[in-house]
């Protein structure tokens, strides 16, 4: 068992209650929940965050994603069981994610703009940005 290094929420709770509150906020979003919870999946997978994985696994879990289609979360881009909307998403997810390599590139951002809003794409962004965050929080100081 892995230790925890420092308790972030604890020490900060300040600015882990700000970072907590921007996560909520996206319940105002027109992106369906699930869709986010996707993508944070996603991202969490890519920065090997058990916590967030535990996490957001069990949201989908009870809200009646698809089992098979939670199994092939990591080789989405192969599979039949993600709508491209969804394809799109998680493309941009992995961008943002891995952006110093690459560089979220406008065939990407053209995706997007196919399936989403303008709103939804940035309300998009956001959940990425902040599910980097807590992955960020978690991984270095081991929650």
């Known amino acids: 068992m892995v230790e925890q290094r420092l308790y972030f929420s604890e020490l900060s709770p300040v600015t882990y209650k700000a970072l907590v509150n921007a996560s ?3 319940d105002k979003s027109s992106l369906p929940k699930t869709l986010i919870e996707l993508v944070y999946m ?4 890519i920065n090997g965050c058990a916590f967030c994985l535990n996490m957001h696994g069990k949201f989908l879990r009870d809200s009646g994603f698809d089992d098979a289609k ?3 979360i990591a080789g989405w881009r192969l ?4 709508s491209t909307a969804e ?3 998680l493309a941009w997810a992995e961008a943002v994610t891995h952006i110093t390599t690459s560089g979220t590139p406008d065939t990407l951002f053209d995706d997007l703009k196919a399936h989403f809003t303008d709103a939804e794409i940035s309300d998009l962004t956001f959940a990425i940005s902040i599910i980097n965050a807590f992955n960020r929080l978690a991984v270095s100081l081991r929650q």
């Not at 996603?42 to 997978?45: E, K, M, T």
């Not at 599979?79 to 993600?82: G, K, L, V």
């Open 24 to 26: 909520m906020s996206l």
């Open 87 to 89: 394809k799109a998403a």
């Open 79 to 82: 599979s039949h069981a993600f």
């Open 70 to 72: 939670m199994d092939a």
């Open 42 to 45: 996603r991202v969490s997978q």
